[in-house]
């Protein structure tokens, strides 16, 4: 397959070439698209050098697939424009997300619902990506009614700006900053800008795109979205009401059974999910897992992933593969 990853020298970008390499998804010729001040420069896929070329370059290469990492406004842009030239894109910004038009997809819960016509496709946000994989199994047996979740973010997912205020703080040096305040030795219930309602985007993402993927508006969602200064990975605590009684044990057997799914709940050997141990890896981890005592039919459960891989993406590359398993982007 011919495939073009556009923002391509950004931190999922890079992490999109890093997940095709790894995957070893069939790459026949690669377009690394970015922006206008990138082009000429080189990166490295698979040990060969690529050049990165413009937008307008990849388009007239025809590939068969475009993964988009490039923010809302360049995919706003561009993303319809590789769609009319019969481009497949998976779209990782929020352009797409909640528009009735394009899909919404995590591909082991609905993968189903793509067809052949469906030239744009979008990957959720990360803190929802990783909620939603630790949740499908249980709210397929139980019902899930209304989720109170509060994230505790990593400061990869505002990119490599934020990493380098971070470390620039820790090393006492003066230097650009992407966050109102010093995000060292500090955390920040701000992610992304502050809406009417006094929630923030971030905080309704995550209640619109949960609905939007379980197909089911009748879940209710509050979300409370924290930045913290870690690197790893997402973690959130998760309070989830269900329309049926579950059974704890039952629970933990559904969560091990489930692909992409990683069980850590010892507490007596202090083993539970962390964004040390989730770095660099694709998979859900899942612990805390216990009975919320104050009402009937509530779990609480503590949530970890690395957010630049299936917060984004090993995500997209997935929803590529399925792509491919179809054929429905061959010509």
Do not use: W
């Given at each position: 397959m011919k ?5 391509a020298?950004?931190l999922?970008?890079s992490?999109?070439?890093?997940v095709l390499e ?13 922006s206008?001040?990138s ?8 040990g060969?050098?690529?050049?990165v ?6 388009i007239?290469a025809?590939p068969?697939?475009a993964i988009f990492?490039?923010g809302g406004s360049?995919s706003?842009e561009?993303?319809p424009?590789?769609a ?12 797409w997300r909640?528009n009735p038009?394009y899909?919404?997809i995590?591909?082991e819960?609905?993968?189903d619902v793509l067809?052949e016509d469906?030239?744009i496709?979008a ?5 929802t990506?990783?909620m ?7 709210h397929k047996?139980?019902k ?8 505790y ?12 205020q971070?470390n620039?703080e820790r090393a006492?040096?003066e230097?650009p900053k992407?966050y109102?305040h010093?995000?060292?030795?500090n955390i ?9 309602n ?6 309704m993402?995550m209640?619109?795109e949960?609905?939007k ?8 969602v509050?979300?409370?979205?924290v930045r ?5 990975g997402?973690?959130e605590a998760?309070n989830?009401?269900?329309?049926h ?11 091990s059974?489930?692909p992409?799914?990683?069980i850590?709940d010892?507490v007596?050997n ?13 998979e859900?981890?899942v612990?805390?897992?216990?009975r919320?005592e104050?009402?009937p039919k509530t779990?609480?459960m503590w949530?970890?992933a690395?957010n630049l891989?299936?917060?984004a ?7 590529a ?7 429905a982007?061959?010509?």
């Open positions: 495939v073009a990853v556009v923002g020298t950004g999922v970008g992490e999109i070439l890093t790894e995957r070893n998804f069939p790459v026949e010729e690669l377009f690394p698209v970015a206008a001040k082009v000429g420069k080189e990166i490295t896929f698979k060969k050098q690529y050049k070329v413009s937008a307008a370059d990849a007239a025809r068969d697939i990492s490039a360049t706003l561009l993303a424009k590789f009319e030239a019969g481009i497949t894109v998976v779209d990782n910004s929020s352009a909640m038009a899909k919404l995590v591909p819960i609905n993968a067809e469906d030239k496709i990957n959720p946000n990360c803190s990506i990783q939603v994989v630790a949740l499908a199994p249980l047996k139980y899930v009614k209304r989720i109170v979740v509060s994230t973010q990593s400061v990869t997912g505002t990119g490599k700006a934020a990493v380098d971070l620039n006492g040096k230097g992407v109102p010093p995000i060292d030795m920040l219930p701000h992610i992304d800008v502050f809406l009417d006094g929630y923030t985007k971030e905080e993402k209640v619109n949960t609905k993927i379980f197909g089911d508006n009748s879940i209710q509050t979300a409370t979205t913290v200064p870690a690197i790893g997402h973690s998760v989830v009401e269900f329309a009684e579950y059974d704890l044990a039952e629970v933990r057997q559904l969560l059974e489930t992409g799914i990683i850590q010892d007596k202090n083993l539970y999910p962390m964004p040390i141990t989730a770095h660099g890896r694709d859900v981890f612990g805390r897992l216990r919320d104050t009402q779990l609480n949530i970890v690395d891989r299936k917060g993406a090993t995500n997209a590359v997935q929803i593969e399925y792509l491919l398993e179809k054929s982007v061959q010509h």
